[in-house]
């Protein structure tokens, strides 16, 4: 009798629910995941096309400047060319563009060098198709257009994929320019979409289920004891009402959390700009201007490109730092230094940004400070907050940074009269990926967020003293027993004389990087070997031996890791290799050390880590770092 009224309850409950999600999941993957990829798969095309529109534009300024008389033919398509072989996009910063001429001669491939100046009228694909042939075919017959054929995946040989490309033609040079997207980027997007779609139904289907085995119980016992059915439903109704209102709650926090995200994403991609127009900028008047005012300007231009550097730098490193701090993986480096000193380079390095707007920054000490703490990252703190002030500051309106001593406290201020920050707004200011939207500024979001971690790593805290329209104070709060009465060194240590005339092999393909690293070892009485490509290097060790190796790990024909190896099979395996690298990972900088690497420098290499680093690997018996 108890079976036959159970199976009536457990049918009504289960038979919705399997129907509904039977019904979601021919929904889902029978139309939402294949529009979805269909979706991708337009973007994808729309995005390569307007890429290549773009760079045709690129192509179309610099031939203006021909056409002026302001470069020559020559110069103007090298300059178009290597500032091509240099843009990169896409998630992992290795999508590219190529140029052929409208005869199917390569003009330029970043990742297939080797093909420059040769016909490619019969070179196929995997199918046996003639890429380059049609690909003239297409823009002769329509001027621009999409292709379909196999390639290699970017900077990866030996591995092939299927690939779509548009084309475009820039008919004064008759040059084809070109970029596309890989059909495997598509699906593994497609993928992740399939995969998040996947736990939410797998998630849902639990919810519901012990939803419904819940119900299933609850109805058993009201139809056993029908006294507590209004008591029980009450429960049930509560319950499911503070479910509802917790979920609200949380979309409203993934919503604001996602707003923010993309929020941040627009904004770095307009802040790269700043720096990187400052670098190409302040680099074309150099290069075209005259020798007497390149000898004039020079000081000044090269200031002005070496802040720029430091400000893209200083971008990127506070991303990595979020990412760090996110972890928990920062971890402090104490020195002593003189505080004075490090806010006056801060002032400095920013005065520069604030020249445009007649903003003066006025820096004010009640004395000297010198401490022991981690000087890099209070240099952020300090960057951060004094950009943040320079950002929201009225135009001519005085920054007033101050450094004192209280009975307990070192206290730097930070002083504008900007727009001001309201009450509100001063309870999230320090969360990350948080922009007062008041007035249009860039930046990341990041800073204020990473300057309160640091903070707090030197058992300090940052206050906030605003009002709207009025002006801000911030103030770095930092514990007096950082203080220390050590003597601070200002001399950089003597390069040691037994580094001079020592042969350091550089294998690096940038041109640009082996120029500057020769420039640098030169200064030093060194005596550089450049070599572009891990093949060349090999040959060369054939006939030589140098001291030392400077390694890039991403060469273009034999990856550095790879070639370390080889070291070996030619006699020089124990000459020291210190590997030069852009990945800034701990676990990346390990993997090279297991590997044998004597130490890592990473791009852009800081020129006394690699002095020491040098000298660690020329005396007896040297410890293996990592910078």
């Given amino acids: ?313 200083q971008m990127i490193n506070d991303i990595l730092d979020f990412s760090k701090a996110k972890a928990k993986k920062i971890t402090l480096e104490r020195s002593i230094f003189c505080l004075n000193d490090v806010i006056s380079e801060v002032v400095t390095s920013l005065s520069f940004f604030s020249l445009e707007r007649e903003i003066p920054i006025v820096f004010e000490a009640e004395g000297t400070f010198t401490v022991e703490a981690d000087e890099m990252r209070l240099k952020k703190v300090f960057y951060n907050l004094l950009s943040n002030a320079i950002k929201y500051t009225k135009d001519h309106e005085p920054i007033n940074v101050e450094l004192k001593q209280s009975k307990n406290e070192l206290l730097i201020t930070f002083c504008d009269r900007g727009i001001g920050i309201s009450s509100e707004d001063q309870k999230r200011i320090f969360s990350p990926f948080v922009q007062i939207n008041r007035i249009k500024t860039e930046g990341t979001g990041l800073g204020l967020a990473i300057a309160k971690e640091i903070t707090e790593l030197h058992d300090g805290y940052i206050s906030l003293e605003s009002e709207v329209d009025r002006g801000s104070i911030f103030t770095v709060h930092l514990p007096r027993d950082i203080l220390t009465e050590e003597e601070v060194s200002t001399q950089r240590p003597p390069v040691p004389e037994f580094l001079k005339d020592k042969k350091i092999c550089i294998v690096e393909d940038d041109a640009i990087s082996r120029k500057l690293m020769i420039l640098f070892l030169k200064r030093y009485e060194m005596k550089p070997i450049d070599i572009p490509s891990g093949t060349e290097f090999l040959d060369y060790l054939k006939t030589d031996k140098p001291d030392i190796i400077l390694m890039d790990i991403q060469l273009p024909d034999i990856n550095g890791m790879e070639l370390k190896e080889k070291l070996k099979e030619t006699g020089a395996g124990e000459i020291p290799v210190i590997a030069l690298t852009a990945f800034s990972s701990e676990e990346k900088t390990e993997e090279l050390l297991k590997k044998g690497f004597f130490a890592v420098c990473h791009k852009p290499v800081d020129s006394a880590i690699l002095l020491k680093r040098l000298a660690e690997a020329l005396r007896p018996d040297p410890p293996i770092n990592s910078d």
């Fill in 1 to 313: 009798m108890k079976r036959k009224s159970k199976l009536p309850i457990i049918l009504k409950t289960i038979l919705p629910f399997l129907l509904t999600m039977v019904l979601v999941i021919i929904t889902i993957y029978g139309f939402v995941i294949p529009k979805i990829g269909e979706i991708l798969f337009d973007q994808k095309k729309e995005k390569v096309k307007d890429l290549c529109k773009n760079t045709i534009q690129l192509a179309e300024q610099y031939y203006e400047r021909f056409r002026n008389g302001e470069l020559s033919e020559g110069e103007a398509k090298r300059r178009l060319i290597e500032r091509v072989r240099i843009m990169r996009y896409g998630d992992e910063l290795k999508d590219y563009f190529w140029i052929i001429d409208i005869d199917y001669t390569m003009i330029m491939h970043p990742y297939l060098p080797e093909t420059e100046g040769t016909s490619m009228e019969y070179f196929e694909d995997s199918n046996g198709y003639r890429v380059f042939y049609n690909m003239s075919k297409l823009v002769k017959e329509n001027k621009a257009g999409y292709l379909e054929y196999t390639w290699q995946l970017r900077d990866e040989e030996g591995v092939i994929e299927d690939k779509i490309s548009y084309v475009q033609l820039f008919e004064p040079w008759n040059w084809i320019i070109g970029t596309g997207v890989y059909y495997s980027d598509i699906k593994r997007n497609t993928a992740e979409v399939t995969e998040g779609i996947n736990f939410a139904l797998t998630l849902i289907s639990v919810l519901i289920g012990l939803v419904s085995l819940y119900i299933i119980i609850r109805e058993i016992k009201a139809a056993e004891y029908r006294q507590q059915t209004s008591e029980e439903r009450e429960k049930l109704i509560s319950r499911l009402r503070t479910i509802n209102t917790e979920l609200n709650m949380a979309k409203k926090e993934a919503e604001e959390a996602n707003t923010s995200k993309d929020q941040f994403l627009a904004n770095i991609t307009h802040d790269l700009r700043t720096p990187l127009n400052g670098i190409v900028g302040f680099s074309e008047l150099l290069e075209d201007s005259s020798e007497k005012e390149r000898t004039i300007h020079f000081s000044e231009y090269t200031g002005y490109i070496r802040r720029s550097g430091k400000y893209l730098l």
